[in-house]
């Protein structure tokens, strides 16, 4: 079952018939923006507060007028660093979604979960939809939950690095335990990630480095669209056992010229 099935995403009173979510960094050229968009088949975007102009001139000018704004707090050192640029999106008019990311660590850019909770619980106060980066805590993705998160975004790797679901066994337990969607974030980097990632029972994949960094990005961009629709399908139709013994698929008895 997928999207044209009824099969839909609802976040923050949206009802969403793609489950990749793309950024915004790194493209060689932000023109390409709009095809990969279109490639994708996304919904969501997401854009660094600091890239946004009121004026629509930059990268605003680049994203079509179609997609869910996520904006995101990049660059966000403590909770009060991250509420003022969340308060800052929404008075831009970028709408009432936020991207929390909370990162004080320069050397592995690993969110800081106590001041991401923080955040996070003034923000759902003020009924932004929030959607904070994390890493694949149990308790922190639990704080975040009773903080009012609309979902949770484990990385699967350090974020940047295309280097895949690290964290695979961390996040199975969040989709296990976390009643909120699940939106794996961070270091997928093929679309096999994004299908694995989708066929384990997440909601949603956010990508962009991956797409952003490809020989062709648009090309790139549908190659993901089209991985996590068939990880969603996967994961809808129910995997089929994994065993440690072989098991032929046909009898084994019966075969042509085979005395009765």
Aim: proline share 5%.
């Amino acid at each position: 079952m997928n999207a044209e099935h009824g099969d839909f995403f609802v976040i923050g009173g949206m009802s969403l018939s793609s489950r990749l979510f793309i950024g915004t960094g790194k493209y060689g050229a932000d023109a390409l923006i709009p095809a990969v968009c279109t490639a994708s088949g996304a919904q969501v975007i997401t854009v660094a507060l600091r890239r946004v102009d009121p004026g629509g001139r930059g990268i605003m000018g680049h994203i079509p007028k179609h997609m869910q704004l996520l904006p995101n707090t990049s660059g966000a050192r403590t909770a009060d660093e991250a509420v003022r640029l969340a308060r800052l999106a929404r008075a831009a008019g970028c709408g009432n979604w936020i991207k929390i990311e909370v990162i004080a660590d320069n050397r592995h850019l690993l969110p800081d979960g106590y001041e991401t909770a923080k955040a996070t619980e003034i923000l759902a106060r003020e009924d932004f939809v929030v959607l904070p980066y994390m890493n694949p805590d149990l308790y922190v993705a639990r704080c975040l939950a009773d903080a009012g998160a609309a979902a949770v975004m484990p990385l699967g790797a350090p974020i940047g690095t295309n280097r895949g679901l690290r964290t695979k066994e961390m996040i199975a337990i969040l989709i296990e335990e976390i009643s909120l969607p699940i939106i794996v974030d961070a270091g997928i980097g093929r679309p096999s990630h994004a299908c694995e990632a989708m066929e384990m029972g997440a909601a949603a994949c956010l990508v962009n480095t991956a797409i952003a960094s490809a020989a062709d990005p648009v090309g790139m961009a549908k190659a993901f669209g089209e991985a996590v629709a068939a990880g969603r399908t996967a994961y809808l139709s129910g995997l089929g056992p994994e065993g440690d013994k072989a098991s032929a698929s046909s009898p084994l008895t019966g075969f042509l010229g085979e005395s009765r």
